[in-house]
Structure formats: C-alpha cells, structure tokens
C-alpha cells in the first residue's frame, strides 16, 4: 500500500520517494517530508514545533506567528500565514479569510478522474488516493485534498476539491492546486521561458528571498513561460543531486512559483492564476481544481526527466496512438501557405509517396474565403475553387496514392470578415460596449457557451465524416483579451477563463470519443499550448513555428525536460530557414527532427534534387530508430547553456541493448581533435558494438573514458551513433 497513516501523520510512498504530513494542533495539515524514501512513519519531529512561538491552543496569542512559521500543507489566505496562500473567498460578508482543519480521510486504490478535466490515470494495481476532508467550519466550506502515489514511479499528483455547504454563496478568488514548504533556503529552479518561435529555453536560477514565478495570464499556457518548475539543490546537475519537479495539468493561466520566505523555508505553489479568476459557488456546488504532477529525483535533472517522459506516455497519454509509430507526415504550410490547390497538393503527395512519406497534411486555407490570415475563420466548408473537385475527390486522389490524409483546423476562432460572425457577433469572447482587440485579425470564440461549443462541434465533425480523414491539426493563434461573455451573469464573468478552457477540454473530449482513429496534434501558434492538458487529448504537438535545426536544439531541448520525445512535433523544412534565414544541411535537420514525431514541411517538388534523394534514406531511418526514441531513456550528454557549440543526447532502450546518440556540432573547432563524449545509463559490465565500425567498447568505458566522436566536420553537421549491446 503506497499510503497510510498513523495517528494522524500520512506517509505516501512513491517508489523511491516518501512525502509525509501530520494533522497537528488545532487540526492543522502540517508538512514533514518530501524526498528520498524513507522507512519511517512518523518523522514529525521535523516539525521542530517546539522552536516555534507555543503551538495553538496553549499559545494561542501568538497563532499568527505560528502560523507563518510551520509548513502548511494547504495555506489559506488572511489568518497569519503570510507567505502565498492557495484558498482565498470572497463571503456573502466580503471578506477574503478562510481556515481549514482537518476532519477526517480516505484511502482507497486507484485514482479518480476529475470531472471535465485531464488528468494522470492509474488503476488499481499501480496507485492509491488519499483524499483529506478539511474543514472552514465559520464558512461551511468543504476542502478536499486529494493525492495519488503511483507506486513504481516517483510521482506524485494533487488536486483540490472544494464544495460549498453554506447557505450563501461564496466565490472563490484563488484554488490553486498544491504547495510544497520546503525546509530550508539556497535551492535553484528551472523554469521553460520564451517568447514565439523560440519557446521553452532553459532558466535556472536561484531563489532568493521573495518570489520567483513562471506564469500566464494570456488564457492559454503561452509560448513565454510553461506550466512547469523544478526545485533542485544549488549543486544539483543533469546527473546528480535532488531535484522536484512540478508540472500542471492546465492549458489556461497559471501560476508557478517558489519564495524564499523569511524563516530559512523554501514554498512552492501551483495552480490556476489567482489574477482575475473567480468562481461563484451555490449551496452544494463544487470547484476541482487541475492536477499538479510532482516529481522527485536523487539523481539529477535526467531521471525527472525521464520519470515524467514515463508517466505521460503510460499514464496520461491515451489513444490509439498512444504506443504506435506516427505516420510520417508532410504538411504544406511552410511549402504553400495560403497559395495551393487540389493539383498543388497532388503533386506534393505524388512526389512525397515515392520517397516513402506517409502522410499528407493540409494546412491553413481549404476553407470559406481564406486567401490570407485575415478572414473566414468559422466558416468550416470547403472553398471548392480551390480544393477542385472537393475534398473527398482530393482525400480519395492522396489515399490513391498510398497517402494518408490530415487537415487543419482552427476551432476556437472566428475572424470579424466571417459569415459565422456576420450571423452571430456576441459569440466571441469580448466586453460589450468595448473595442474588441484584434490579434492576426481574429477573435476567440466564447467556448463557455454550450451553443458555440455545439456550432464548432458539428462543422468540424461534418468535415471529418466527409472523406477519409485520419489526422487533425488543431492551431489556435491567438491569446485571450477583453475577457467577458455575453451570455453570463456578473456575478460568474470571473469565471470565463477557466470557463473557456474546460470548453476546449469539452470539445476535444467529444472530437477523440467519436473519431477514435484520428490522430489529433495540437498547436498553438506554434508551441504555446505544450502541456499536459493538451497531451491528455492528442499524443502529440507542433513544438514550435522555428523549425531551424539550431533552433530546434534549445526548444527541443527545453520541451523535452519535461515533455516525452513521442509527443513533440518536429519536421524537416526548407532553405533558407523562414524563420531565421540560416542554411543548414539536409541532413541535421533530418537528424534534429528524428528526435520528435518527424515530418517534413517543404516543397518536395522544389527542393534541391539533392535533398530530395535523402528523404527515402531519412525515412529508413525513422523505421528503423523510432521504436528506441519513442519508448527509450533520454540521456542529455551535451549542454548548450555549457557550451553552445555542440549539442549531444542519447536514447537508451529499457532493457539497455541498445543505444542511439545524436551529436551536432554546432560551430565547427579549428585545430582540436575529436571530441570525447561520455555516454549514460549503459550497462556497465555489456558489451556495446558500434553498429557502424564494429568496434567493441565496454559500458563502463563508453561512460566513463567515453567515446571519440569523428567523422563531423563544419558548422551545423551531425551525425547518429548506433551501439547494440553484444549478445
Ligand atoms: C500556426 C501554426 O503553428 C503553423 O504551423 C500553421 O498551421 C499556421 N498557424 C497556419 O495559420
């Protein structure tokens, strides 16, 4: 049994990870332990309650003093505790305090699903909840504090439920979904920040007195900061140390952050941002708040790494694609834009088939009068001027061709020049009365509304049963302003954010329920929506707009610190870059993108011949590698933010008999020898044959001497390693 409990103080035990908490005085949930496993039950003595001010009740003049000194499982705003709080309400009275004491617990096997939510599943054989019920007795507010231990992964998962069994109404003002007092101080984070184009680089910091966030406030999880933090000891490294990585299960505004508070303690909190985020809750009704995902490593940044990379491909991830290679896809956005039609994309699919490409994907432009990015969005119907002959006539021709077919959408949009906004202006997102602000000329759907939900639904669901449609991509360009819903009471306007998101939840819940066979990859203007909300729906996304290959190092490198290789979206495209304008060899960019879903993005009937006579070897490639990078270990050798002027990492297959390295040099080296890189997670005392030479090398000595990496010359050229251990 992963959890139990003993007078009053919890254990969790995770496979090598043991949390603890105690209901101490006054009913208080006090936290005790989040690390390395340990045997014992009880280890309340690291509470050191005795060095505080006396502990309620005895010292009861000082409750407040106590309160901003002990580590608190679930803090609430306006009772003594100063530091952030995760529960704040507004009363029938306007007042924001609230105070939870436990009332009594349950331990049952397996794990719940949040209602409209996504979340990590588990059944009965590999997790057990504990749900704590707390109490406000002043408000009649009950809180629920629910934890899942997945017994042979170090991961923990929280989320809150709150219920009002008051008469009154109370709103809600903040939930946010789990907070961590760590004791002591001089930890360092990492966040993943950036902006479009190049989202998810690596920030690593140290926290320091005050507060220290990544979050968003743009409806969406952004291309500037991910839902992700990570707590690590100062001297923690990719392969050494304790690190505790957090990730939430939210697609929406979020908040992620650590404070260095007063007394010598470290707090780390997550959830739904508390800026602008209300909830209204009636007698009876309930609140769940999103799941937060919490990792612990002994031994460094990789093994959270690759704990999370097994828990979202086991646990989260669902589908029929789920442990299936994807179809090597081609897509015609960076080979056309908006300037295609049905002959266009026959010939790209001709000439994609006898290379071996799998799939052809459609892009941005099929639909209503979309000639640009300024108009249409909404009107899902087919633009026969372009797609001659119609769709099914075009899908039909690709199949022909030994071609799969997937489309785009953009579902949650309606542009101002649309027949959908001409006949329904109160549908998108706006504040009556207001100017309502453009962003690439569109505007966002009020998705609270069962109706726009349905109009959606029902276009997108006619389009796919109209041909033989196996792939989607769902974009969404825009971030959310002037937040206010036509169809809700001010007293519930608060609630729109979230609103909003769990109606894409919705939406997408319906699309893979009906359409099980469809392969859904989200994208978001790129990479702004990559997190684990959305990987509950499509088993991959478009990692960013940049698909330079140098780039590509850092996002991929980034996003992959949390997110498995499986789910991240990554194609071959054209030179110069349309992005950066840099020029670099076919075959690092094939390289770079192996490490992903991998497909192209270019105009096969125009790129250099070249070129085009690699994409059947690239392709081969992929066969033959993809089972290992899709379900292996990732091992980060090299580090850009060390040296940017290589990049190196390894997959290593679950029973170690193998192992694939990439290695890219960056900016070639004048006058050096070869560069000796050290391999990780080998079987010491196996023996590893280089595929390519036949040489024979030890695990020990690949890991620890290393091995001379040769044969890469210039700038931007690469090269893939291959070891099979000797049977
Ligand atoms: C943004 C996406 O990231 C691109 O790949 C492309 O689909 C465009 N939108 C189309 O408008």
Redesign the pocket.
């Given at each position: 049994m992963g959890i139990t409990c003993q007078n009053g103080c919890f254990k969790l035990d995770a496979k090598n990870t043991s949390y603890l908490f105690s209901v101490i005085e006054d009913g208080y949930l006090a936290h005790v332990y989040f690390g390395k496993k340990i045997p014992d039950q009880n280890a309340d003595y690291l509470l050191r309650l005795n060095e505080h001010p006396l502990p309620p009740p005895q010292g009861d003049r000082d409750r407040a003093v106590f309160l901003d000194h002990i580590p608190l499982e679930y803090p609430c705003m306006g009772i003594g505790d100063f530091r952030e709080p995760c529960l704040q309400v507004l009363d029938k009275d306007g007042m924001s305090a609230c105070d939870i004491r436990y009332v009594s617990h349950t331990i049952e096997k397996g794990k719940h699903k949040l209602p409209g939510l996504p979340a990590t599943f588990g059944s009965e054989n590999d997790c057990t909840t504990l749900t704590i019920h707390c109490a406000d007795t002043h408000l009649n507010l009950e809180v629920q504090l629910l934890y899942t231990v997945f017994e042979d992964l170090d991961v923990i998962t929280r989320s809150v439920r709150v219920v009002n069994h008051a008469k009154d109404a109370v709103t809600l003002r903040r939930v946010l979904s789990a907070c961590v007092d760590f004791d002591g101080s001089g930890y360092d984070m990492i966040t993943l920040h950036g902006a479009w184009a190049r989202e998810r680089h690596i920030i690593r910091t140290p926290v320091t007195p005050g507060t220290h966030a990544a979050s968003s406030m743009r409806g969406e999880s952004s291309h500037q900061d991910n839902p992700f933090l990570a707590l690590l000891s100062r001297n923690a490294t990719e392969d050494t140390g304790e690190v505790y990585g957090f990730n939430f299960v939210y697609s929406g505004n979020f908040l992620a952050q650590a404070e260095g508070c007063p007394y010598d303690k470290t707090r780390v909190v997550m959830g739904i941002h508390p800026q602008d985020f209300g909830w209204l809750l009636e007698e009876g009704e309930s609140f769940v708040a999103p799941e937060v995902v919490m990792v612990y490593s002994d031994e460094g940044i990789g093994k959270m790494t690759r704990t999370f990379h097994d828990l979202y491909r086991n646990h989260l991830i669902r589908g029929e694609y789920k442990d299936k290679k994807r179809p090597i896809l081609i897509?015609n956005?960076?080979a056309t834009y908006f300037d295609f039609d049905t002959d266009k994309l026959i010939s790209i699919a001709r000439e994609a088939a006898k290379s071996g490409i799998e799939m052809l994907v459609m892009?941005?432009?099929w639909f209503g009068n979309r000639n640009s990015?300024n108009c249409a969005l909404g009107d899902w119907v087919v633009n026969e001027d372009k797609i001659k002959g119609g769709l099914k006539h075009l899908v039909d021709e690709v199949n022909k061709l030994g071609l799969k077919f997937g489309i785009?959408f953009?579902p949650e949009m309606i542009s101002p020049d649309s027949d959908l906004y001409r006949a329904h202006p109160d549908w998108c997102i706006h504040i009556p009365g207001r100017q309502r602000t453009l962003c690439r000329e569109q505007l966002v759907l009020d998705l609270s509304r069962k109706e726009v939900r349905d109009y959606v639904y029902d276009s997108v669901s006619k389009i796919l049963s109209s041909a033989n449609i196996e792939y989607v991509?769902w974009?969404m360009?825009r971030q959310l302003t002037d937040v206010g819903s036509a169809s809700l009471p001010a007293s519930r306007q608060r609630e729109l954010w979230h609103r909003y998101v769990l109606g894409v939840y919705d939406l997408m819940e319906r699309l893979v329920t009906d359409f099980p066979h469809l392969l859904l990859e989200n994208?978001?203007?790129?990479g702004a929506r990559f997190d684990p909300g959305m990987l509950y729906y499509s088993p991959q996304i478009?990692c960013s707009?940049d698909t330079d290959a140098m780039e590509r190092l850092r996002i991929q490198h980034g996003t992959s610190m949390v997110y498995p290789v499986s789910a991240i979206g990554a194609h071959v495209s054209d030179v110069p870059n349309h992005t950066v304008g840099r020029v670099t060899p076919f075959a690092t960019r094939g390289n770079v993108a192996l490490s992903g879903t991998f497909g192209y993005?270019l105009d096969i009937t125009h790129i250099p011949q070249d070129d085009r006579d690699l994409i059947p070897q690239q392709v081969a490639t992929y066969h033959k590698y993809n089972d290992l990078i899709r379900t292996g270990d990732l091992y980060r050798i090299g580090d850009l933010c060390r040296d940017s002027s290589y990049d190196c990492w390894s997959f290593v297959a679950k029973d170690k008999s193998e192992v694939l390295m990439t290695y890219v040099q960056v900016l070639g080296r004048a006058n050096y020898q070869s560069r000796c890189v050290r391999l990780k997670g080998l079987q010491r005392d196996a023996v590893y044959v280089l595929e390519e030479t036949g040489q024979e090398f030890s695990g020990a000595v690949l890991m620890q001497g290393g091995f001379p990496v040769t044969g890469v010359y210039g700038d931007f050229s690469s090269k893939l390693f291959h070891f099979v251990r000797k049977k």
């Open positions: 897509n956005w960076e892009d941005d432009g990015d785009w953009e991509k974009d360009n994208c978001s203007g790129g478009w707009d993005e």
